[in-house]
């Protein structure tokens, strides 16, 4: 399981390693210390290889990991194709893995349209206590 957490932070499999990090901690802070140096050991002779997903910036990762479990609104700086800024409010509908890129299934507040946006392109996300629902979606 640690080898795999290894991996996934490695590779970029998920975009919230911090969460990921800590929880792979608490797994081996419970291990006795001789374990501890044995997983070391074990951890030592594996080798993963494969495409890594591409990076983003740490407090933009940060700041969607916690508006996507909070369901909280954003307001993101992205660079858009050619280079250009572009900034929009939105709240996640979901995120989409693939081997090279982290998508974010969005709505954009404003104008209610479905957007999906890469992470690796966000420049700055700042949480919002936006009460807007999400265009579209069902109220409880």
Known sequence: MVALGRMALEQRLLPFT??????????????????????????????????????????????????????????????????????RTVRLRNVVLDRQHTLLNCVDLDTGEARQLRLDRLLTAKLLDDPRPVPGARQT
């Open 18 to 87: 911090d969460t990921l990090q800590a929880a792979l901690d608490k797994v081996r802070a419970a291990l006795s210390r001789s374990a501890q140096r044995e997983l070391l050991d074990v951890l030592g002779q594996v080798q993963l290889v494969g495409i890594p997903a591409l990076p983003a910036l740490p407090a933009v990762r940060r700041a969607v990991e916690t508006a996507w479990f909070e369901g909280r609104a954003l307001r993101l700086t992205y660079q858009r194709a050619g280079h250009q800024v572009g900034t």
